[in-house]
């Protein structure tokens, strides 16, 4: 089953002290890019937040958004750092004497300096929400991994209808390839024929030349291959997960089948399909990179 690398995922907790919501957002990327929007306080636990989206969303483009409310913040106390507050009101006080600046807002802005307030508790209160944050944000993180499911099953059915069409051009092919290989036939042997009046002709060599362009232009093994690959991207998308990368790859192949197959066939109708069939593989690619 396939997944996309699109998704979103919302989850709320609240009790008679707290609400948290949490939002996850994600888009298609190579590799997994995480960003983190969460209150400083909860800063030391986003390694550990990470590692938890990247075990379940594996990878892509994604945004944690993390926004909290204390409804009764009894258990806070708000706390002054003094020794650093001195350090600050010395320091503004000597400058502002220093250039001859007036002293009256010194107190203010010292005792708004960075540290010097101090909310007591905080870690206490961390410490007892951790786990039911971290049970909010797996919440959100299923809500966003079943939304890139649905996505996903969306996609398959779209890539599917492409690799239908190219399994009606091989089809086609397979339909046109024998009358080619009789014109083509045809064609040698009355060139031989016309050869064989006006010169004479070694036999023996010409016959190996002519099974060595017979065995040029045959595009046998191409069809079997192409035929190969398009069952093995159908069963990779039914059959696994992650599926993105390795579907890639199999276009890749499915790709190259189809140039050596075009060139080598050499015939107008045939190579009418293969370009047709480029195209619905093209249309492939451009949504596997939305693919898990």
């Excluded at 036939?185 to 017979?214: A, F, W």
């Amino acid at each position: 089953m396939l997944k996309s690398m699109t998704g979103f995922g919302k989850a709320i907790y609240e009790d008679e002290q707290l609400r948290v919501q949490i939002e996850v957002k994600s888009l298609n990327s190579k590799h997994a890019d995480i960003s983190l929007q969460v209150p400083k306080v909860f800063a030391e636990h986003a390694v550990g937040w990470k590692n938890l989206i990247t075990a379940k969303l594996h990878r892509g483009k994604i945004d944690l958004h993390i926004s909290y409310e204390y409804k009764q913040p009894a258990n806070l106390q708000i706390g002054i750092q003094e020794s650093l507050f001195k350090a600050y009101y010395n320091l503004l006080e000597r400058l502002a004497n220093e250039v001859g600046a007036p002293t009256n807002k010194i107190f203010q802005l010292a005792l708004k300096s960075p540290g010097v307030m101090v909310s007591k508790g905080d870690s206490e209160v961390d410490a007892s929400i951790q786990n039911k944050i971290e049970h909010t944000i797996q919440v959100a993180l299923q809500k966003c991994d079943q939304a890139r499911m649905e996505e996903g099953t969306i996609l398959a059915t779209t890539i599917n209808t492409y690799l239908q069409k190219i399994a009606e051009g091989l089809a086609s092919i397979e339909k046109l390839d024998p009358a080619r290989s009789d014109a083509i036939k045809t064609k040698l042997k009355g060139k031989v024929e016309s050869m064989n009046s006006e010169l004479p002709i070694d036999e023996p060599r010409l016959e190996q030349e002519l099974i060595y362009y017979l065995e040029k232009i045959d595009i046998t093994e191409e069809k079997v291959r192409l035929a190969t690959h398009l069952a093995y991207f159908e069963n990779v998308m039914q059959t696994e997960e992650l599926a993105g990368k390795k579907l890639g790859f199999i276009a890749q192949e499915i790709a190259r089948e189809l140039n050596t197959l075009g060139v080598k066939a050499n015939d107008a109708a045939i190579q009418k399909h293969v370009i047709i069939m480029k195209n619905e593989l093209e249309k492939i690619k451009e949504q596997l990179q939305n693919i898990l």
